[in-house]
């Protein structure tokens, strides 16, 4: 795979994201990366598994589908916003992505799969590490040396639940993805009732039950969440408990491997009891987030004080 072509679909996926509320054609996608509107089409297919439009449109409905679940506004006006001549027309395409019609959805807001698409750059991160390296011979150092300065908090978790979906043997995110799929975000990502954001899973032995996999996502719910669960996903109860942060700085998107790597250099050797503390591993399972560059990797670790 030349990087010329990844760089290019990266670009045009840049496009798309900045340009998702105004009409987009195939010359406008083309012109972002510097291809012809043909060879533009056809690499994007290839890379992403979507035609630029299937993309475009499975973003647009998912945006929109938030939209209905967050905010007081009629159907027909996100519609509109997100550049659907007619109100017949989103709702076949709505209907066609969650298997519900936007109007109940809106009055409903069931767990529904968005569409959340990862940046095709860091999907292929080590690759065009590996050039530049070759281009270039030798790195900076800034670009090699791992970032060291990590903020570390304690924090209230209150009484609360988990949905989440389990694997089967998955210790990590990557093999999470190959055993489950990498579209479950998406699913976690709509539940409205969401305390935070979702979360990658290491679960204790106690919540993980035999044959289901170590690693999981999930997110967050109120102690008293009646809701809806998503097909084959589960639902444990968490009790309150203490979890200590641990926030590492701002990276490149494109580097979040070695961004996660150097938070975890760090919690290896961090010593709680110096604070008062001790790990608490089978109160809660310890979660990371989404690593998004401009807020540095996040990951949290169970801890309860120690009584002297």
Same mark, same amino acid.
């Given at each position: 795979?030349?990087?010329?072509?990844?760089?290019?679909?990266?670009?045009?996926?840049?496009? =798309?994201?900045?340009?998702?509320? /105004?009409?987009?054609?195939?010359?406008?996608?083309?012109?972002?990366?510097?291809?012809?509107?043909?060879?533009?089409?056809?690499?994007?297919?290839?890379?992403?598994?979507?035609?630029?439009?299937?993309?475009?449109?499975?973003?647009?409905?998912?945006?929109?589908?938030?939209?209905?679940?967050?905010?007081?506004?009629?159907?027909?006006?996100?519609?509109?916003?997100?550049?659907?001549?007619?109100?017949?027309?989103?709702?076949?395409?709505?209907?066609?992505?969650?298997?519900?019609?936007?109007?109940?959805?809106?009055?409903?807001?069931?767990?529904?799969?968005?569409?959340?698409?990862?940046?095709?750059?860091?999907?292929?991160?080590?690759?065009?590490? #590996?050039?530049?390296?070759?281009?270039?011979? #030798?790195?900076?150092?800034?670009?090699?040396?791992?970032?060291?300065?990590?903020?570390?908090?304690?924090?209230?978790?209150?009484?609360?639940?988990?949905?989440?979906?389990?694997?089967?043997?998955?210790?990590?995110?990557?093999?999470?993805?190959?055993?489950?799929?990498?579209? =479950?975000?998406?699913?976690?990502?709509? =539940?409205?009732?969401?305390?935070?954001?979702?979360?990658?899973?290491?679960?204790?032995?106690?919540?993980?039950?035999?044959?289901?996999?170590?690693?999981?996502?999930?997110? /967050?719910?109120?102690?008293?969440?009646?809701?809806?669960?998503?097909?084959?996903?589960?639902?444990?109860?968490?009790?309150?408990?203490?979890?200590?942060?641990?926030?590492?700085?701002?990276?490149?998107?494109?580097?979040?491997?070695?961004?996660?790597?150097?938070?975890?250099?760090?919690?290896?050797?961090?010593?709680?009891?110096?604070?008062?503390?001790?790990?608490?591993?089978?109160?809660?399972?310890?979660?990371?987030?989404?690593?998004?560059?401009?807020?540095?990797?996040?990951?949290?670790?169970?801890?309860? #004080?120690?009584?002297?």
């Amino acid at each position: 795979m030349k990087k010329e072509i990844i760089i290019a679909v990266g670009k045009m996926q840049d496009y =798309i994201k900045a340009h998702l509320t /105004e009409p987009i054609t195939l010359y406008d996608l083309a012109r972002s990366c510097g291809l012809s509107p043909w060879y533009a089409s056809r690499i994007f297919k290839e890379l992403l598994g979507k035609t630029p439009f299937e993309y475009i449109r499975a973003c647009r409905v998912s945006q929109a589908a938030l939209k209905l679940r967050d905010e007081k506004v009629k159907v027909i006006d996100v519609a509109l916003d997100f550049v659907f001549d007619t109100h017949e027309g989103f709702t076949r395409a709505f209907t066609r992505q969650f298997g519900i019609n936007p109007a109940r959805y809106k009055k409903t807001t069931p767990p529904v799969k968005l569409f959340l698409p990862h940046q095709i750059i860091d999907s292929y991160t080590n690759f065009l590490k #590996e050039e530049k390296f070759m281009n270039n011979k #030798e790195l900076s150092k800034s670009e090699t040396d791992p970032v060291k300065t990590v903020f570390v908090q304690v924090i209230e978790r209150p009484a609360r639940k988990m949905i989440l979906k389990r694997g089967i043997k998955a210790t990590d995110y990557f093999e999470y993805c190959e055993e489950v799929g990498c579209d =479950i975000w998406g699913i976690l990502v709509s =539940i409205k009732e969401a305390l935070y954001e979702p979360a990658g899973l290491w679960l204790p032995s106690g919540m993980a039950p035999l044959g289901t996999s170590v690693y999981a996502q999930g997110v /967050e719910v109120p102690a008293d969440y009646s809701g809806l669960i998503p097909e084959g996903f589960d639902m444990i109860y968490l009790k309150p408990c203490k979890m200590m942060i641990f926030q590492g700085s701002p990276f490149r998107d494109e580097d979040f491997k070695e961004a996660i790597q150097s938070l975890w250099d760090v919690m290896k050797t961090y010593n709680p009891p110096i604070y008062g503390f001790e790990w608490a591993d089978q109160v809660a399972p310890r979660f990371q987030m989404e690593p998004i560059g401009y807020r540095g990797y996040i990951e949290g670790r169970p801890v309860r #004080e120690i009584v002297k």
